[in-house]
């Protein structure tokens, strides 16, 4: 298993446009987390979903973003009219329900709105 | 309210010398306490994690921490650090029955001085 890929690595758009990130989690995970982070900020939880139920949204998600995980494997994010605020690294994990085990995290998609 | 505090912003220390970064968290119940690691533009790299049992844990790269639950802290330490140590380096809690989701603190920017 190659970890947690994220697609694209960065994209930038303008303002008003919609966006779409992709997550493929590692194979055998059934949790699927999305955060965001913002320049000199720690990671802030978004979502997260268990096989394809979205169990948890932070107040952090407005309406313009959805996410999805149609059959409990990859994962996307949308972000409808992007607003400058919306410029952040996306961070994808993915992690067992088993106890006491790690979350592994994505490279990043790293959006920028002009 | 949960959250984790890195009291420190930017940490400067000399090749060969020790290190402490200091991580303090207010969390309802016993949480799983991790410190990732994150180089520029990059995703998060796990260094080490507690989850329960000894509270002197080992991680990758020659790091430690302690988990001290009467101080509610978690500070990562290593004995003589290298160059390749520059990066921003996060603590984060979680517990599994919350779902698994974790809270960071803001980061540590260590940069180290040849």
């Known amino acids: 298993d190659t970890g947690v890929s994220q697609d694209p690595r960065h994209k930038i758009t303008k303002r008003g446009q919609n966006v779409t990130?992709?997550?493929?989690?590692?194979?055998?995970h059934n949790r699927l987390y999305w955060y965001r982070q913002t320049l000199g900020q720690g990671p802030e939880f978004l979502t997260y979903f268990q096989n394809e139920a979205q169990l948890e949204k932070s107040r952090l998600l407005s309406d313009r973003f959805s996410a999805e995980r149609p059959k409990g494997s990859f994962s996307t994010l949308e972000i409808q009219r992007t607003e400058q605020g919306d410029s952040a690294m996306y961070l994808c994990a993915s992690s067992s329900t088993v106890p006491n085990t790690e979350a592994f995290f994505g490279q990043g998609t790293r959006l920028t709105v002009v | 309210a949960q959250s984790v505090t890195q009291p420190d912003i930017h940490i400067t220390v000399s090749e060969g010398a020790s290190l402490e970064l200091r991580c303090n968290y207010s969390y309802g119940a016993t949480p799983y306490l991790f410190w990732y690691v994150q180089s520029p533009g990059q995703g998060l790299q796990l260094l080490l994690k507690y989850f329960s049992g000894d509270t002197l844990v080992q991680g990758i790269k020659g790091?430690?921490?302690?988990f001290k639950r009467s101080q509610s802290s978690f500070n990562l330490r290593?004995?003589?650090v290298?160059?390749?140590?520059?990066?921003?380096?996060?603590c984060a809690v979680g517990?599994?029955?919350?779902?698994?989701?974790?809270?960071f603190g803001?980061?540590?920017?260590?940069?180290?001085?040849p």
């Open chain 2, 82 to 90: 290298h160059w390749s140590d520059a990066a921003e380096y996060f």
């Open chain 2, 63 to 66: 790091f430690e921490a302690e």
């Open chain 1, 21 to 28: 990130f992709r997550c493929d989690p590692i194979s055998e």
């Open chain 2, 95 to 103: 517990a599994w029955n919350q779902g698994g989701k974790l809270i």
């Open chain 2, 106 to 113: 803001q980061g540590t920017e260590l940069s180290v001085k």
């Open chain 2, 78 to 80: 290593k004995p003589s």
